[in-house]
């Protein structure tokens, strides 16, 4: 019998029943709250809700069967490559802003997966994505397609590959996703910047392989560098670098001349240089005398003669020659 019926029996003496046509109404306003009695209300009372979200996420991450790191780390091994037939880009987006790292590989030789051209930095048109490229190039756009392996050991568990700008270039880094404050890895770099695609050349040390599990190459590439990552592993590079200080080229002093010594002294008299033969000048031509020719004197007029009246005068005309 319920706790609701007990207090329905024992109260109907006191007027808590009102019949009518052989039915009763119970007045619900006088009855005791129904009480709930369980282990799990029990347990919810005494914990609050931060407590109860703990402890339902430790329940679930105990029930799932999580794959050990060390085991992951060595589970894997690697095959060379040739390395011309792969390549690394600063993929951009967010409008280049920003870049993230693409890996391309030729597996057939039926079209060319990508395209290069240009210097500081060499930019990179990706062929891929004007065709169907399947079974003829292969592309790696994130961390399921690409990891870090130094030493034999995969960190994938451990370090990200990331694209960032630093220095006036894209470079490629390792950073740690476990300790922010651990050093990255710098693996690769661009040689410039842009806001588009652009080839990022591995450092001296680093190069390509694939993944291997069971014997057999999977579509997976490591950066790879046979050095442990104690000994890679540099501080990070400031966001604006202090200039390089280059040192003035030296001042090339001008030779000092030799001393000159004097000859030794000789037994024979220096001979006489000869006599220079006379020049004899020649004399000047005497230009020709020139004598002035006199002017010729004046003759005198013709004296009129005595003209009578009544005759007629001729003149005379004199002509010289």
Not at 52 to 63: E, F, I, K, N, Q
Request: proline share 13%.
């Amino acid at each position: 019998m319920t706790n609701c019926e007990t207090a329905t029996r024992n109260q109907k003496s006191s007027g808590l029943f009102a019949g009518q046509g052989g039915q009763a109404k119970v007045d619900t306003s006088r009855l005791p709250p129904a009480r709930l009695s369980s282990p799990l209300t029990n347990t919810l009372k005494a914990m609050n809700l931060k407590s109860v979200l703990v402890a339902l996420a430790t329940v679930s991450l105990s029930s799932v069967n999580v794959f050990p790191l060390a085991q992951a780390a060595t589970l894997f091994s690697k095959v060379e490559v040739d390395p011309s037939r792969f390549v690394a880009v600063a993929s951009p987006y967010a409008n280049g802003s920003q870049h993230q790292l693409l890996i391309i590989e030729q597996i057939a030789n039926t079209r060319s997966c990508w395209r290069e051209s240009g210097s500081y930095p060499t930019v990179v048109d990706p062929l891929l994505t004007q065709f169907d490229f399947t079974g003829v190039c292969g592309r790696s756009i994130d961390s399921n397609g690409y990891s870090i392996r130094m030493a034999d050991q995969d960190l994938g568990w451990q370090y990200s590959l990331r694209v960032v700008e630093r220095g006036g270039e894209l470079r490629l880094v390792g950073v740690s996703t476990m300790n922010r404050n651990l050093p990255e890895l710098q693996i690769g770099r661009a040689y410039g910047t842009t806001r588009g695609f652009a080839k990022l050349f591995l450092n001296p040390g680093w190069r390509m392989t694939k993944r291997v599990y069971n014997g057999q190459a999977l579509g997976h590439v490591y950066l790879t560098n046979d050095a442990p990552l104690s000994a890679v592993a540099i501080a990070t590079v400031p966001e604006n670098p202090a200039p390089v200080v280059r040192p003035l080229p030296p001042v090339e002093r001008p030779a000092t001349p030799a001393p000159v010594r004097p000859l030794p002294p000789t037994s024979e008299r220096p001979r006489p240089l000869p006599a220079p033969a006379p020049v004899h000048p020649r004399p000047l031509p005497v230009p020709p005398r020139v004598t002035p020719t006199p002017a010729p004197a004046p003759r005198p007029a013709p004296t009129p003669s005595r003209i009578n009246p009544g005759d007629y005068v001729v003149p005379t005309v004199v002509i010289d020659e």
